[in-house]
């Protein structure tokens, strides 16, 4: 097991590379870079009238002098962002960098990349955690007694109601949450804005314990109903599979009680396809299903940074989320694996070749 994770840890590194470059080279590709942004701004400009054919049909500098500008001020804006150089140099410094965590400063927010990652994480942390947490103690236990009672009255009103939740988007959820009690009707229940109250530092531990979690019951749940409906039928389905098996018969056979036979031995092989969805659930809210939550709450989270940045081609925030979020991704994928170990000890990782 230790050689397979110190294999897996080093994987890491060719990982991030290849990814790194791929994006690199499909970010220069693109058109409407910083120094363009930059020069929307100072003319008045939206970044985004920069058009395409200007940058295709155009050199830079033609297209740049073409506008009325001073070159003094063109070469200066680009020695500012880092395009005096040419390209290889700049990939050079970036991958130097980022092998020592230093991601840079970002191009229009005037702060490090990693203090804003730093500053932005808690708030996704805080909803991918507990949306993943919530979904499982629910889902999981859900999805046993619907594979207890299948084809009983109970199954069959909780399937309906995890249909309608899985065909609802959840930002769609999300709005009818926020009319519903957070002050679109009579009831204003919840706040919507922020992870805490102004006056957090003025509350007790108590009360910021409980500040915290209210502000967190609209944007998770949320968060958890979509999942949520996935999770219950893929539990319950992995255990009518196991049931069935030729192991359970016999396990029956020998007298055990229906609770030993599903918790003593469906339980640990009905997880096992649980188990590796974990890693994926907490990657997939962490990453992608908090944006639009982080918008409608007013949440000011990794995810929505990271599209701001993209809109405004600041590449040092982009690629310092990008690093965060592989490297992430990559070390939750490697728990996941521990994980299946726990639930059943049978499996041995040092046997594989990978």
Known sequence: ????????????????????????????????????????KLQGVAGGTIG???????????????????????????????????????????????????????????????????????????????????????????????????????????????????????????????????????LSWFPVRGLVSENFDELSTLGKIADYFWHLVLPVTSLVIG???????????????????????????KGLSERRVLYGHVFRNAMLLIVAGIPQAFISVFFAGSLMIEVIFSLDG????????AVSRDYPVVFGSLFIFTLFGLLIKLVGDICYTLVDPRIDFSARNA
């Open 1 to 40: 097991m230790l050689g397979y994770l110190m294999r897996r840890l080093l994987l890491i590194i060719p990982t991030l590379l290849c990814i790194l470059l791929v994006n690199f080279f499909i970010v220069q590709a693109a058109p409407g870079g910083p120094v363009e942004q930059a020069i929307a």
């Open 52 to 186: 395409a054919g200007h940058t295709e049909t155009m050199n830079a500098g033609q297209s740049r002098a073409s506008r009325g500008l001073d070159p003094k001020l063109i070469k200066e804006i680009e020695r500012q962002y880092g395009f005096d150089k040419p390209l290889h140099e700049r990939l050079w410094l970036m991958l130097k960098n980022y092998a020592q965590l230093d991601f840079g400063n970002s191009f229009f927010r005037g702060a490090k990349v990693t203090d804003l990652i730093l500053q932005k994480m808690p708030v996704s942390i805080s909803l991918g955690l507990w949306a993943t947490l919530i979904t499982y103690l629910v889902s999981i236990p859900l999805g046993i007694r619907k594979a207890v009672k299948h084809g009983s009255h109970f199954d069959i009103w909780s399937s309906t109601a995890i249909i309608i939740g899985y065909a609802m988007p959840a930002f769609l959820f999300a709005m009818l949450l926020v009319v519903l009690f957070a002050g679109g009707t009579s």
């Open 227 to 253: 999942g949520f409906a996935t999770l219950t039928i893929l539990t319950k389905n992995s255990f009518l599979n196991e049931v069935t098996r030729q192991y359970v018969v016999t396990a029956r056979a």
């Open 302 to 309: 990794l995810g929505r940074m990271s599209y701001e940045a």
